[in-house]
């Protein structure tokens, strides 16, 4: 059991470049989201799901993409590379329920230049 | 809109201390979670503890404790005997229940800007 993973672990981009950043988790599932983090200012969600075919807009979610085919996977689409978007982006999953403690990868560190 | 407020930034104490770490939050939800996470130097996340809004009983695990009080929305964690591996940085969140047209409702974590919490020798 994999729990959630996240690839790559590090990634250096230039302004303007795309990238998919991928998640995956074994666990069944339903719900899924991205956070990206920053410093001082916490976790902000960008993206979630909460089964295959079904995403919404989080607190940040201008720049990215998301699309959930398979319950396993959900990955995170930057189609235009902006320095701002320089920061380390977690997945996360839980059980469908409000309650469920949510299940966090690893991490990507990004870099834009 | 949903709130969580941790105004202690950084908290520096000897090893061996006892430490709190503040957390204060809003919402209009009557149904609520919230959660603490930590996260070591190493970056990943580490769930610590989930409690309900309707459960404001204390917990204590170990060396860490919650103090939940609904009257000033305040979930309030506590180091007893702090360690040199306590060092990290403490994240409190609130779950939102998501709209019910959404199939399985699911939540939203709102998170506080985290404590960075250090223990010295």
């Not at chain 2, 610590?48 to 609904?70: A, H, M, P, T, V």
């Amino acid at each position: 059991n994999a729990g959630v993973t996240q690839t790559p672990k590090f990634q250096v981009l230039k302004t303007g470049q795309s990238m998919t950043l991928q998640c995956a988790q074994d666990m069944n599932h339903e719900y899924m989201s991205w956070y990206r983090q920053d410093p001082g200012m916490g976790l902000r969600l960008i993206h979630y799901s909460v089964g295959a075919g079904i995403t919404d807009q989080g607190e940040v979610p201008n720049g990215y993409n998301v699309s959930r085919s398979t319950t396993e996977d959900f990955p995170l689409r930057l189609l235009s590379a902006a320095p701002s978007q320089t920061s380390v982006y977690f997945c996360a999953s839980s059980y469908s329920t409000g309650e469920g403690e949510q299940f966090f990868g690893p991490g990507t560190r990004l870099t834009v230049l | 809109a949903q709130k969580v407020t941790q105004a202690q930034t950084e908290i520096s104490v000897v090893e061996k201390e006892d430490v709190t770490l503040d957390c204060v939050y809003e919402t209009r939800d009557t149904t609520y979670y919230l959660f603490w996470y930590k996260q070591p130097p190493s970056g990943e996340l580490v769930f610590l503890i989930r409690r309900n809004s309707f459960d404001e009983q204390n917990e204590i695990s170990g060396r860490y404790s919650w103090n939940f009080q609904k009257s000033t929305s305040s979930f309030n964690f506590t180091i007893t005997a702090s360690q040199v591996v306590d060092s990290a940085v403490y994240f409190c969140a609130l779950s939102e229940a998501l709209p019910g047209i959404l199939t399985g409702g699911g939540n939203k974590l709102t998170f506080g800007t985290g404590t960075q919490l250090k223990v010295e020798l």
